[in-house]
Protein backbone atom coordinates (compact mmCIF):
# COMPACT_ATOMS: atom_id res chain seq x y z
CA UNK A 1 0.00 0.00 0.00
CA UNK A 2 2.65 1.95 0.51
CA UNK A 3 4.03 1.59 -2.95
CA UNK A 4 0.80 3.16 -4.26
CA UNK A 5 1.18 6.37 -1.94
CA UNK A 6 4.95 7.05 -3.43
CA UNK A 7 3.53 6.19 -6.87
CA UNK A 8 1.32 9.08 -6.43
CA UNK A 9 3.65 11.22 -4.90
CA UNK A 10 6.03 11.41 -7.42
CA UNK A 11 3.59 11.28 -10.59
CA UNK A 12 2.14 14.79 -8.50
CA UNK A 13 5.84 16.22 -7.85
CA UNK A 14 6.98 15.65 -11.12
CA UNK A 15 4.43 15.75 -13.78
CA UNK A 16 3.90 19.80 -13.88
CA UNK A 17 7.73 19.58 -14.76
CA UNK A 18 7.60 17.36 -17.84
CA UNK A 19 8.62 18.85 -21.12
CA UNK A 20 6.05 17.31 -24.04
CA UNK A 21 7.25 19.39 -27.07
CA UNK A 22 10.26 17.98 -29.24
CA UNK A 23 12.37 20.72 -30.93
CA UNK A 24 13.05 19.03 -34.90
CA UNK A 25 16.27 18.52 -36.53
CA UNK A 26 15.03 21.72 -38.25
CA UNK A 27 14.01 23.60 -35.43
CA UNK A 28 17.66 22.64 -34.13
CA UNK A 29 19.31 25.07 -36.62
CA UNK A 30 17.19 27.78 -35.74
CA UNK A 31 18.59 30.24 -32.91
CA UNK A 32 16.82 32.33 -30.48
CA UNK A 33 18.28 35.70 -30.28
CA UNK A 34 18.25 39.65 -29.07
CA UNK A 35 16.40 42.61 -31.34
CA UNK A 36 19.57 43.88 -31.96
CA UNK A 37 20.78 40.71 -33.70
CA UNK A 38 18.54 40.94 -36.43
CA UNK A 39 19.05 44.43 -37.49
CA UNK A 40 20.16 43.06 -41.00
CA UNK A 41 18.14 40.43 -41.14
CA UNK A 42 14.70 39.95 -43.21
CA UNK A 43 11.55 39.41 -40.85
CA UNK A 44 9.86 36.34 -42.71
CA UNK A 45 6.69 36.43 -39.87
CA UNK A 46 5.47 36.26 -36.41
CA UNK A 47 3.97 33.71 -34.39
CA UNK A 48 2.09 33.11 -31.05
CA UNK A 49 3.38 30.04 -29.12
CA UNK A 50 1.15 28.18 -26.89
CA UNK A 51 1.08 25.34 -24.31
CA UNK A 52 -0.76 23.98 -21.49
CA UNK A 53 0.79 25.58 -18.27
CA UNK A 54 -1.43 24.41 -16.17
CA UNK A 55 -2.19 20.77 -15.34
CA UNK A 56 -5.05 19.95 -13.26
CA UNK A 57 -4.60 21.86 -10.19
CA UNK A 58 -0.87 22.07 -10.82
CA UNK A 59 0.91 24.87 -12.62
CA UNK A 60 3.72 23.54 -14.58
CA UNK A 61 7.36 25.02 -13.94
CA UNK A 62 7.93 28.36 -16.10
CA UNK A 63 11.20 27.27 -17.06
CA UNK A 64 9.49 24.14 -18.83
CA UNK A 65 6.71 26.13 -20.10
CA UNK A 66 9.18 28.55 -21.57
CA UNK A 67 11.66 26.10 -23.35
CA UNK A 68 8.69 24.71 -25.05
CA UNK A 69 6.96 27.47 -26.44
CA UNK A 70 10.68 28.22 -27.61
CA UNK A 71 11.16 25.24 -29.26
CA UNK A 72 7.20 25.02 -31.06
CA UNK A 73 8.41 28.85 -32.37
CA UNK A 74 11.89 27.43 -33.02
CA UNK A 75 10.40 24.50 -35.51
CA UNK A 76 7.87 26.96 -36.73
CA UNK A 77 10.52 29.38 -37.65
CA UNK A 78 12.20 26.44 -39.75
CA UNK A 79 9.09 25.61 -41.74
CA UNK A 80 9.06 28.80 -42.93
CA UNK A 81 12.57 28.89 -43.78
CA UNK A 82 14.09 31.03 -41.22
CA UNK A 83 17.07 30.44 -38.91
CA UNK A 84 16.24 33.02 -36.22
CA UNK A 85 13.69 33.99 -33.67
CA UNK A 86 12.99 37.01 -31.47
CA UNK A 87 10.86 36.89 -28.53
CA UNK A 88 8.64 39.73 -28.55
CA UNK A 89 5.71 38.73 -26.03
CA UNK A 90 6.73 37.68 -22.48
CA UNK A 91 5.27 34.05 -20.97
CA UNK A 92 1.99 34.94 -20.07
CA UNK A 93 -0.41 31.97 -18.87
CA UNK A 94 1.39 29.23 -21.09
CA UNK A 95 1.71 31.81 -24.47
CA UNK A 96 4.25 34.06 -25.98
CA UNK A 97 4.90 35.86 -29.06
CA UNK A 98 8.05 35.75 -31.32
CA UNK A 99 9.26 37.22 -35.38
CA UNK A 100 10.69 34.79 -37.12
CA UNK A 101 13.68 36.42 -38.99
CA UNK A 102 15.87 34.87 -42.12
CA UNK A 103 19.51 36.10 -41.59
CA UNK A 104 21.49 33.94 -43.21
CA UNK A 105 21.66 33.50 -47.34
Known sequence: MKLNYYAIFLVITFLPACTWVELT??????TLVKLFNVKN???LASTQSSVKHQVGIFTRNEETVTEELISIARNRAAEMGGDSIVAVKPLVEGSMGFDIYKCKE
Open 41 to 43: CVK
Open 25 to 30: NQGNEV
